[in-house]
C-alpha cells in the first residue's frame, strides 16, 4: 500500500515499491496497489513501472471494499498507513514501513507484522513533509531490504 494521508515523508518511494513489485510479478504473485484518490498518481507510477501488470485498485474502492480485497490477500507491505493497520488487524503477512512516524507508538499490532524503520537520528520527527528535504528515514531503505525481510512473506 503505497499510499500515507499524513503525507511524503510517510510515503516509501514510488520507485522502491515498482522494484519489489517487479521480483514479486516475477515469481507469479499478483500485485494489488491500494490507497485513496490521493494516492492514484503515485500508485499508477509504480503500475507504470511494471508495465501496469499490477492491479490499480487507488480510488476505486471505498474502505469496506479496500477491507474485504485485503482479507483476501496473502500479505502486505505498507507504509505506516490506515490500511496497514487494517491488514494488521486482518492478521496478515505484513512488512510496514516507518520513516516520519515512530513504531513504537503505532505498531502494526500482529504477529505476523515486520517493521523496517532506520531510527536515524533526525527520525521520528512526525512531519508531513520532511525538514531537512532529504527523506532519508524512507528513501534509505532499499527494495533489496524489504525483499530480505520478505522471508517471512509466502512464496
Request: some cysteine; glycine content about 6%.
Given at each position: 500500500?503505497?499510499?500515507?494521508?499524513?503525507?511524503?515523508?510517510?510515503?516509501?518511494?514510488?520507485?522502491?515499491?515498482?522494484?519489489?513489485?517487479?521480483?514479486?510479478?516475477?515469481?507469479?504473485?499478483?500485485?494489488?496497489?491500494?490507497?485513496?484518490?490521493?494516492?492514484?498518481?503515485?500508485?499508477?507510477?509504480?503500475?507504470?513501472?511494471?508495465?501496469?501488470?499490477?492491479?490499480?485498485l487507488?480510488?476505486?474502492?471505498?474502505?469496506?471494499?479496500?477491507?474485504?480485497?485485503?482479507?483476501?490477500?496473502?500479505?502486505?507491505?505498507?507504509?505506516?498507513?490506515?490500511?496497514?493497520h487494517?491488514?494488521?488487524?486482518?492478521?496478515?503477512?505484513?512488512?510496514?514501513?516507518?520513516?516520519?512516524?515512530?513504531p513504537?507508538?503505532?505498531?502494526?499490532?500482529?504477529?505476523?507484522?515486520?517493521?523496517?524503520?532506520?531510527?536515524?537520528?533526525?527520525?521520528?520527527?512526525?512531519?508531513?513533509?520532511?525538514?531537512?528535504?532529504?527523506?532519508?528515514?524512507?528513501?534509505?531503505?532499499?527494495?533489496?531490504?524489504?525483499?530480505?525481510?520478505s522471508s517471512?512473506?509466502?512464496?
Amino acid at each position: 500500500m503505497s499510499g500515507a494521508e499524513y503525507g511524503e515523508a510517510k510515503r516509501w518511494p514510488a520507485a522502491h515499491y515498482a522494484q519489489v513489485a517487479k521480483m514479486r510479478l516475477h515469481a507469479g504473485w499478483q500485485v494489488w496497489l491500494f490507497g485513496s484518490q490521493k494516492d492514484a498518481a503515485v500508485a499508477a507510477q509504480i503500475n507504470q513501472l511494471n508495465d501496469n501488470r499490477c492491479v490499480d485498485l487507488s480510488g476505486k474502492t471505498s474502505i469496506t471494499e479496500a477491507i474485504d480485497l485485503l482479507a483476501l490477500a496473502d500479505a502486505v507491505i505498507s507504509n505506516d498507513s490506515g490500511l496497514m493497520h487494517v491488514a494488521a488487524a486482518l492478521n496478515k503477512k505484513l512488512i510496514a514501513l516507518y520513516g516520519s512516524s515512530d513504531p513504537r507508538f503505532t505498531p502494526p499490532l500482529n504477529a505476523n507484522a515486520k517493521i523496517i524503520s532506520l531510527g536515524l537520528d533526525c527520525s521520528p520527527c512526525f512531519k508531513r513533509q520532511c525538514p531537512l528535504g532529504h527523506t532519508r528515514c524512507l528513501v534509505d531503505i532499499t527494495p533489496q531490504q524489504v525483499i530480505e525481510e520478505s522471508s517471512l512473506l509466502p512464496d
